[in-house]
């Protein structure tokens, strides 16, 4: 796998090799995860799709190094992340990776453009610099005019904005987007992900987004399916367009 | 090797959280549940009050007559340190269970944080501060006003006080006091703030209250 990244000369992003999640609750246990490997190179935009509990947001959890993988190896720009410590770990939340959320998870009590700061604080920005830098992000995101509000004084597509404008924050390679849509409407679902999509084409940034939201399908390159734990199939955009309909048909 | 890789990828480990920003968080935190925060201060008030009149009594009573002890007096003593030590133990447990409850509610907050890369000890940090900020204030209230109580008892009781007050030994009881308070609020805030800051920032968020 690694000759062909070389000979390619991309780099994966993320790589994940026979990766398993085993969640015991008491004597029960379920297998969330079944052995996942995938890879995803640089620059690509990826959608993880898949039913409610097929997996999806575990995933999604151990690709950014939120959770421990029960079995199996999760590689971020080719470095094994069992092998980081806590503030390496750290370090790789906070400038490799950018997070966004279905429940937007802004902090309550901090405007918009502080919650943007909050992540350049911590990799060491001095206050003003951060400042600036956010506001140009809540620019970039079209929510100039809004830096001074509260996540509750904001729409849900606002919200998430900010969220994405966040994300940015400290130029993260890879941007994971955990059902970025779920919670807005299809108007505003499409605009945040026609936004994901121009900064994947303008910045280059990696973005791994699950979802089930079918509208992600005509921008991602390619499409990852889960079910039960493991990969179904992974499609290239090209080779999708021909079942959309009957998906579409499945799911209504 | 495994070093040598990391290298590659330019992983660090260097991650702040300044002092300033972290006290301009914790102020806000405490600001934004101002009804919740006055309670749990009222509690440190008082507390704290009771403690500082009787300290004060302790040290006018003293200077009134100092060459006198008397079994009577001991033994009222005696009651007094048991009444404080339990009022100081409520008032901890108090403060804990705050604190719990304030780290309950803000899950997902902790756990966002931790995904924009916060350390665990940032999270401790924020909980302490607040706690200081809550103990501080709470204790510099509650032990003026057990002064001024104390004070008004012993001039009810002696005249001349104020010109025989040990003013010095006075003041030097309500630092006591306030050290006392705000140390008993980090410590009530100690275990909450850990937990708060062990959790794993996917758990964290997953938690729906």
């Given at each position: 796998m690694a000759e062909a990244a070389v000979e390619t000369g991309r780099q994966y992003a993320v790589k994940t090799l026979d990766v398993e999640k085993e969640y015991v609750m008491g004597k029960q246990s379920l297998m969330a995860l079944k052995g996942i490997s995938v890879e995803v190179m640089s620059g690509e935009y990826i959608s993880i799709m898949g039913p409610s509990g097929s997996g999806k947001s575990t995933l999604f959890n151990m690709i950014g190094g939120l959770d421990k993988p029960t079995g199996g190896k999760v590689y971020i720009d080719e470095v094994d992340i069992s092998g980081l410590d806590s503030y390496e770990l750290a370090w790789l939340r906070c400038r490799k990776i950018g997070y966004i959320f279905q429940t937007f998870n802004l902090i309550p009590v901090m405007t918009a453009l502080e919650n943007c700061t909050l992540p350049m604080i911590f990799a060491g920005m001095t206050s003003q610099d951060a400042m600036d830098k956010a506001a140009e992000l809540l620019a970039l995101v079209g929510l100039g005019d809004r830096l001074r509000h509260k996540p509750l004084e904001l729409s849900g597509g606002q919200q998430q904005r900010v969220a994405v404008a966040r994300s940015l924050a400290n130029d993260p390679a890879i941007i994971l987007a955990d059902e970025p849509t779920g919670n807005l409407d299809l108007r505003t679902g499409k605009e945040i992900i026609d936004l994901l999509r121009r900064l994947n084409k303008e910045k280059g940034v990696t973005i791994i987004s699950a979802t089930h939201d079918l509208k992600m399908l005509d921008v991602s390159d390619r499409i990852i399916w889960i079910r039960d734990g493991m990969v179904d199939k992974i499609e290239k955009r090209s080779e999708l367009d021909i079942e959309v309909g009957t998906l579409e048909g499945e799911e209504a | 090797m495994l070093t040598d890789v990391k290298e590659r990828a330019g992983i660090k480990r260097q991650i702040k959280l300044p002092n300033r920003e972290a006290?301009?968080?914790?102020?806000?935190?405490?600001?934004?549940?101002?009804?919740?925060?006055?309670?749990?201060?009222?509690?440190?008030?008082?507390?704290?009050?009771?403690?500082?009149?009787?300290?004060?009594?302790?040290?006018?009573?003293?200077?009134?007559?100092?060459?006198?002890?008397?079994?009577?007096?001991?033994?009222?003593?005696?009651?007094?340190?048991?009444?404080?030590?339990?009022?100081?133990?409520?008032?901890?447990?108090?403060?804990?269970?705050?604190?719990?409850?304030?780290?309950?509610?803000?899950?997902?907050?902790?756990?966002?944080?931790?995904?924009?890369?916060?350390?665990?000890?940032?999270?401790?940090?924020?909980?302490?501060?607040?706690?200081?900020?809550?103990?501080?204030?709470?204790?510099?209230?509650?032990?003026?006003?057990?002064?001024?109580?104390?004070?008004?008892?012993?001039?009810?009781?002696?005249?001349?006080?104020?010109?025989?007050?040990?003013?010095?030994?006075?003041?030097?009881?309500?630092?006591?006091?306030?050290?006392?308070?705000?140390?008993?609020?980090?410590?009530?805030?100690?275990?909450?703030?850990?937990?708060?800051?062990?959790?794993?920032?996917?758990?964290?968020?997953?938690?729906?209250?």
């Open positions: - | 006290f301009k968080i914790a102020l806000r935190s405490v600001k934004i549940r101002l009804w919740r925060s006055v309670i749990t201060m009222v509690g440190i008030v008082l507390t704290i009050a009771f403690l500082s009149s009787v300290m004060t009594s302790g040290t006018i009573a003293q200077a009134a007559a100092s060459d006198r002890t008397d079994a009577a007096a001991l033994s009222a003593k005696a009651t007094q340190v048991w009444l404080i030590a339990i009022s100081l133990l409520i008032c901890a447990v108090g403060i804990t269970n705050a604190m719990l409850m304030s780290v309950t509610e803000r899950y997902r907050e902790i756990g966002t944080m931790k995904c924009l890369g916060a350390l665990d000890w940032f999270v401790v940090k924020l909980f302490l501060i607040e706690a200081v900020l809550l103990g501080l204030i709470g204790s510099v209230l509650g032990a003026t006003l057990g002064f001024i109580a104390g004070l008004l008892a012993g001039m009810s009781q002696y005249e001349h006080l104020l010109g025989a007050m040990p003013w010095g030994k006075a003041l030097q009881n309500v630092a006591v006091a306030i050290g006392i308070g705000t140390g008993l609020a980090v410590i009530g805030a100690i275990y909450p703030a850990r937990r708060a800051g062990k959790m794993p920032p996917a758990d964290a968020m997953r938690t729906e209250i």
